[in-house]
């Protein structure tokens, strides 16, 4: 049973902020994760302030079970000595099964909620999870004198969190995202990849296989065959859901660090169907990543080129040889806008953008 209108903005405890009634487009192009535990990592946090859109420090899977109150600390400690400027900070804390994820929370919010801007729950299962983080963040966040809510990021990892995926997102006003978990996915769902997402070369579509003279198939025959992309359904589902409850859809992690060109080819894929950003493991991610999910030159200038010719958005005109009418213009128009969001954060994608005119023309 989903809240009613009238109580759905309605703050979950006495004292506590008011919720957002609306989630504001942060650019996140890359959400970079460290153990907070590890020395060496977080070490180099304070440099990475400025360089990347979000920190997130990592308390679930990839901290050890002894470690776990150790990372739980550094994250303290690292929230309470760096300013963030401009860079989001988030963590991941452990499931909601778990038997540290009270202790995070009880935690976290008392001691550095009001430097925290995401929480990232894993392994969500369906708008139930949602209300127990919105209650308790609601109480703690009341108690510690916040004001202003966190928000919550949920994880897409099991296969009735994909059958709930419109719940999720509907389940509070917090909720600000959704991030896709591959592995935990792949895993609950008995897929046979033991990869850390990506893609994988057993699946895969061939060519018809050639026929001779006579019309008989040559099965044995050269055939090219096309690797295929195993996220593709989830991750447009989690577009889809994000778009209509205004919220941002992210592709999550690429375990290959070592390979960056099939890192980047995901990413793409991610950014091309909607998605906002995606995690990065290792610092060779952010690269990829703040590149990705910026907007090329070409894109911005055609976008504003197209925007220019429209003149009142509406009709229709050829530019290069195609049609552009007012469903392209809105096309534009999100490209141009995202170009905005991102020139206000990253002084040299700004000074690229601004080299080009308002109707299209790069200037050298
Ligand atoms: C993947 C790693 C274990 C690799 O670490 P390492 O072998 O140390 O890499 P390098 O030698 O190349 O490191 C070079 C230096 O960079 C530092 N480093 C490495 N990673 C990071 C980082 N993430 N942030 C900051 N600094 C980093 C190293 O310390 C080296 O420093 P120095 O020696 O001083 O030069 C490691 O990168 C890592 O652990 N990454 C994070 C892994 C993680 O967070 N995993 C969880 C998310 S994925 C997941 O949970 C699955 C998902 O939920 C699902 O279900 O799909
Ligand atoms: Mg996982």
Same mark, same amino acid.
């Given at each position: ?6 109580? $759905? $903005? !309605? ?22 994760? $460290? ?23 990592? =308390? ?15 994250? +303290? ?24 994820? =009270? ?9 550095? *909620? ?6 990232? +729950? ?40 994909? !059958? ?16 896709l *978990?591959p ?12 990869r850390v997402g990506g893609g994988?070369?057993?699946?895969? %579509? ?21 690797q295929?992309d195993l996220w593709h359904?989830?991750i447009?589902?989690?577009?889809? @859901?994000?778009?209509?409850? *205004?919220?941002?859809?992210?592709y999550g992690p690429f375990g290959d660090?070592?390979d960056t060109v099939a890192c980047e080819d995901q990413f793409r894929n991610a950014f091309l169907l909607?998605c %906002?950003?995606a995690w990065?493991?290792?610092? +060779?991610q952010?690269?990829i990543a703040?590149?990705v $999910? ?5 894109? %911005?200038?055609? @976008?504003?080129? %197209?925007?220019?010719?429209? *003149? ?42 601004? @080299? ?9």
């Open positions: 049973m989903t809240r009613p209108a009238k109580d $759905f $903005f !309605a703050p979950l405890a006495v004292g506590a902020p008011a919720p957002p009634r609306e989630i504001p487009a942060r650019p996140s192009r890359a959400i970079h994760f $460290f153990d907070p535990g590890n020395e060496k990592m977080a070490a180099k946090v304070p440099d990475m302030v400025g360089t990347v859109d979000v920190l997130l420090g990592n =308390l679930e899977d990839a901290v050890k079970a002894e470690n776990k109150e150790k990372s739980r600390q550094g994250l +303290v400690d690292i929230g309470r000595a760096t300013d963030f400027g401009p860079t989001q900070f988030w963590t991941r804390i452990n499931s909601l099964d778990s038997p540290w994820v =009270l202790d995070d929370l009880t935690t976290l919010v008392p001691e550095i *909620g009001d430097k925290l801007d995401v929480i990232m +729950v894993p392994k969500v299962q369906g708008a139930e999870d949602i209300h127990y983080v919105d209650r308790l963040l609601a109480q703690l966040e009341a108690k510690a004198g916040l004001d202003r809510p966190i928000l919550v990021h949920a994880i897409l990892e099991t296969a009735r969190g994909v !059958a709930n995926i419109e719940e999720i997102c509907a389940a509070s006003p917090r909720m600000q995202g959704l991030s *978990g592995a935990d996915l792949a895993a609950d769902r008995r897929m046979k990849t033991t994988h070369p057993g699946y895969l %579509v061939r060519q018809d296989p050639v026929r001779d003279d006579l019309g008989v198939p040559q099965y044995d025959a050269q055939r090219t065959s096309y295929q359904y989830t447009a589902r989690m577009v889809d @859901a994000c778009a209509m409850h *205004g919220i941002y859809p992210y660090i070592k909607g %906002v950003g990065s493991l290792h610092p +060779v952010i690269t703040n590149k $999910f910026s907007p090329s030159v070409e894109d %911005v200038a055609h @976008a504003r080129r %197209v925007i220019a010719a429209m *003149g009142d958005g509406t009709g229709a005109v050829m530019i290069d040889g195609k049609m552009e009418d007012d469903a392209s213009v809105k096309q534009c128009q999100v490209m141009v806008a995202l170009a905005d969001e991102l020139a206000a954060i990253d002084p040299e994608l700004k000074e690229q953008y601004d @080299a080009i005119s308002a109707d299209g023309e790069v200037r050298a």
